[in-house]
């Protein structure tokens, strides 16, 4: 397929028109902030977790030093899901990768049955400053869910099947 044919294929054109959107948030100053929030996050939470969350935890009765390792846990699948998501859009942003591989079911905001928060026993007995951190986590991960669905939604890839059928399509025609 020449160029100019690629330029005009309606099948590539929401699709370039996706890229483009997504290239713009990742060089964005919004996104930029999102970053930098997010990092930070996730420098505080281990700080947290290594020095003054490990002591909390060795005080902490039996059930709810249960519930404190279940919740950091969520606490840390959740950022590390999202520093993962932060990082591709920073890799898109800097040129090392492409929008278009941003598709990838890989390459997605992920873990959402574990990150979502659950009723925990001896929750409102674990400390304050976990639950801070769980409670800044889980809106950061809520603003980078919504923010994966409004870039990504409409541009998910078609099922191998309907590309190849696309793709017979686009050769018979040409």
Known sequence: ?????????????????????????????????????????????????DGPGR?????????????YAGESMRLTTRLMQVASWLLVQKAIAEGEMEPSEALSEKHRLGGQ???????????EDLPLRLKELLDESERLY??????DSSLYIDHEPMPVVVNDALDRLRDAFS
Do not use: H, W
């Not at 049955?113 to 929750?123: E, F, H, I, S």
């Not at 809520?142 to 923010?147: A, S």
């Open 142 to 147: 809520d603003r980078v869910e919504r923010l």
């Open 55 to 67: 002591e909390d935890s060795k005080t902490l009765p039996r059930r709810i030093a249960l519930a």
């Open 113 to 123: 049955d574990v990150c979502r928060p659950a009723m925990v026993d001896g929750y």
């Open 1 to 49: 397929m020449s160029e100019n044919t690629q330029k005009t294929d309606p099948f590539s054109v929401a699709s370039a028109a996706g890229e483009e959107k997504i290239l713009q948030f990742a060089s964005s100053a919004m996104f930029t902030r999102l970053f930098d929030e997010g990092m930070a996050l996730v420098e505080e939470t281990a700080a947290y977790l």
